[in-house]
């Protein structure tokens, strides 16, 4: 059976799921909105990343090549799954509660570097560096790591970028995120519907930040974002994903 087909099987008991859990357990439209965005966010998203991944390997028609991108596709697909599960049960990324945020985000640059963007990354975060005690708290790091998530996304999928640079830094009790491409750019007056901007605009209010999007057709997009750095309680976090207690 083509790998597509089997792909169809798999997303129809996702389907199932979601009518099953919107009915039986009443789920207000505000929740149902917002678990939409995060299946939008974390599923369709992966698949984007696959689809680039195995539409590159096709447009070289080298076995050669072929074989290894078939093969990191597996890789996805078996991340993915464990993401998916993730975030059904507590919509949250696995991959933030497995490494952290910071290198969440050098996983996340370093598929869509080998799917064909290249992408510069600097990430310098407080705790990561051994400058605070405790990681940020589960909705900073979901919607840090999400809004770099869809910005690089939209590089790809509507900018067509060949590059990108993703910078993530804590100063002075702030974070603040920049995600810039060379894609085509848009007018950001005149594009305001669907999931990605408002998204990207509701995650970062309800963190009290600021948003700004600054885009030229022909010249690029500059997504950056700011909000307070609000930490978990002391003794929430698991030793295993503190990078500053391996050092």
Not at 187 to 207: I, V
Request: proline content about 5%; hydrophobic content about 40%.
């Amino acid at each position: 059976m083509a790998w597509w087909c089997r792909w169809c099987f798999a997303i129809s008991p996702l389907a199932y799921w979601w009518r099953s859990i919107t009915s039986k357990r009443g789920i207000s439209p505000p929740s149902t909105s917002r678990w939409a965005r995060e299946l939008h966010d974390e599923t369709l998203q992966a698949l984007g990343t696959l689809r680039l991944v195995l539409s590159g390997a096709r447009r070289n028609d080298d076995p050669a090549v072929m074989a290894p991108a078939v093969d990191q596709a597996l890789e996805q697909l078996e991340v993915d799954i464990t993401s998916l599960r993730a975030l059904i049960t507590e919509l949250r990324p696995a991959v933030l509660d497995q490494l952290g945020l910071e290198p969440a985000l050098f996983a996340l640059t370093d598929r869509l570097t080998r799917a064909g963007l290249e992408v510069e990354c600097d990430i310098d975060l407080a705790y990561e560096r051994g400058r605070a005690s405790q990681r940020h708290n589960d909705e900073l790091e979901t919607g840090a790591y999400r809004i770099v998530q869809e910005a690089l996304t939209n590089a790809v999928k509507h900018g067509a970028a060949a590059h990108a640079r993703v910078r993530v830094v804590e100063r002075d009790e702030q974070v603040s995120v920049l995600v810039s491409d060379d894609g085509q750019g848009f007018d950001p007056s005149t594009r305001s519907a669907g999931f990605g901007l408002m998204g990207m605009r509701e995650r970062t209010d309800l963190l009290g930040g600021q948003l700004s999007v600054q885009s030229t057709p022909g010249a690029g997009t500059t997504i950056s974002a700011t909000f307070p750095a609000m930490r978990r309680p002391p003794g929430a976090d698991l030793p295993s994903t503190s990078l500053a207690s391996k050092e």
